[in-house]
């Protein structure tokens, strides 16, 4: 069993930086594929970067060059540095983490495993 805590939500102005983290509990973090997805009222859920167990990433083509997902094994943490954010960044932000054979189900938002969610939200 897997458990994910993120952090590091809040209030910013448009063109400012946030640094997400989602802190996982359990002995197989660094066999697993982590991602960041989001929600915005009213919207689905959408994925906005992945990252695999031996550190490749991907990412949503709206935050690429914005945002950047990386991971820490030895801390059991995986981060979402945001940069350059726009109101429509705005959403709840969720961390998942699937295991090692589902890197496909990880790219398309499908995660065996999920946060509760932090908040960020962009102001003008």
């Known amino acids: 069993q897997v458990q994910l805590v993120e952090s590091g939500g809040d209030l910013v102005q448009a063109g400012g930086s946030l640094r997400l983290s989602c802190a996982a509990s359990g002995s197989i973090f660094s066999i697993l594929h982590m991602g960041w997805s989001r929600q915005a009222p009213g919207k689905q859920r959408e994925l906005v970067a992945a990252i695999t167990n031996v550190g490749s990433t991907n990412y949503a083509d709206s935050v690429k060059s914005r945002f950047t997902i990386s991971r820490d094994n030895a801390k059991k943490t995986v981060y979402l540095q945001m940069n350059s954010l726009k109101p429509e960044d705005t959403a709840v932000y969720y961390c998942?983490?699937?295991?090692?054979?589902?890197?496909?189900?990880?790219?398309?938002?499908?995660?065996?495993?999920w946060g509760q969610g932090t908040q960020v939200t962009v102001s003008l």
């Open positions: 998942g983490a699937n295991r090692v054979n589902r890197w496909t189900q990880a790219l398309s938002g499908e995660y065996d495993y």
